[in-house]
């Protein structure tokens, strides 16, 4: 029992992989989907691999910009820690990567545990209204009914959340004052005089994370940037089609990009197993064999999760980061 309360965020997890992998595979000829695989031309993930570095370059170029408020990070010290970030969504339950990269900032360059999060929050906001973009802007091209009614429903609700989140970040930037006045009026009746002074520190810090959304220039730079950025990662779809020999519109690679990262936003195993393979389905939808839309999307997904996580292992090796390092206590002690 105390070990299902510990782990119960892993294993819900791992559940809703196991049923999202159902999803994926059921009424599938897998023998056939194994062949696909192994007739696939795989050199065509060298260029894939590389344009999708180039986004994680984009990447740490956003959040540098995100952190100038706070501190100016060169790129070159900010990108080892952006890698470490990946490897500990990829590797660890819950995205903890978000949270590691942010201790991993403060132990480096001395930015505040809780300002980074709130930038790396904003990230993600940022990364979800695009991927809806995406999605918006696919479906006249290709129809709605290339959704099935499930994804549909996801999307009309990370719609209302990715908006609902980014009103509530700029109401917070842009007026401190009144936020600041409604914390204190919940905080003093609600949290004990023991835990007050770190959670006054905690908000105050967050909110400075918060401050380049007082400028629409930023705003907008940091939006073209996140079209940018997933604009790369479509182009690596494309390259690794290329593997496989079918062919399916830019424009179609774009509404599987949206809808598989609103999808893996969902809590699941590491790494994002089965989350992503219900890519698969969409291709699906737009024609694609259903066995070489799985082999396919299978495939790219180890193309995404395998160099980065190992790049990102490599400079947790190089600075000495360990999971020791991330125990609540600490990430309490550095916010």
């Known amino acids: 029992m105390d070990f299902l309360r510990k782990r119960w965020k892993l294993l819900f997890g791992i559940l809703i992989s196991v049923f999202f992998v159902w999803i994926s595979v059921r009424g599938l000829n897998l023998p056939a989907v194994w062949a696909y695989m192994r007739e696939a031309n795989y050199w065509w993930l060298v260029p894939g691999v590389l344009v999708y570095f180039v986004a994680v370059w984009a990447r740490t170029w956003r959040w540098h910009y995100l952190l100038r408020p706070i501190k100016a990070v060169p790129l070159l010290r900010l990108f080892p820690t952006v890698c470490i970030g990946y490897f500990g969504n990829n590797v660890y339950p819950a995205r903890a990567g978000e949270v590691i990269r942010a201790v991993v900032l403060k132990r480096d360059e001395g930015v505040s545990v809780s300002a980074s999060l709130a930038t790396v929050i904003v990230e993600r906001v940022f990364d979800g209204l695009v991927m809806l973009l995406f999605v918006f802007f696919a479906l006249p091209f290709v129809g709605a009914e290339h959704i ?11 719609s209302i959340l ?23 009026f919940f905080a003093d009746r609600f949290v004990p005089a023991r835990f007050r002074g770190p959670l ?14 007082r400028s629409g220039r930023d705003v907008l730079m940091v939006f073209v940037t996140s079209v940018v950025i997933w604009l790369l990662e479509t182009v690596k779809y494309w390259f690794v089609t290329h593997a496989f020999g079918f062919v399916v519109s830019f424009i179609g690679l774009m509404l599987m ?9 969902l809590p699941s195993a590491p790494g994002y197993v089965g989350t992503f393979e219900i ?19 299978v495939v790219l997904h180890a193309a995404l999760w395998f160099p980065i996580t ?11 980061v360990k ?8 990430v309490k002690q550095d916010a």
């Open 148 to 158: 099935p009614p499930i994804y549909r429903t996801t999307v009309i609700i990370a």
């Open 162 to 184: 990715f908006f609902a989140a980014l009103a509530v970040f700029l109401w917070m930037a842009f007026d401190p004052q009144r936020v600041t006045r409604l914390y204190a």
């Open 200 to 213: 006054d520190g905690f908000v105050a810090r967050f909110m400075d994370g918060l401050k380049f959304l």
């Open 257 to 265: 990009n949206g809808v598989v990262n609103l999808t893996t936003t």
């Open 279 to 297: 890519g698969a389905k969409v291709l699906a939808a737009l024609g694609i064999d259903p066995q070489l839309a799985l082999a396919y999307t």
């Open 310 to 320: 190992v790049l990102g292992a490599f400079y947790m090796w190089r600075k000495a």
């Open 323 to 330: 999971w020791q390092d991330f125990d609540a206590q600490n």
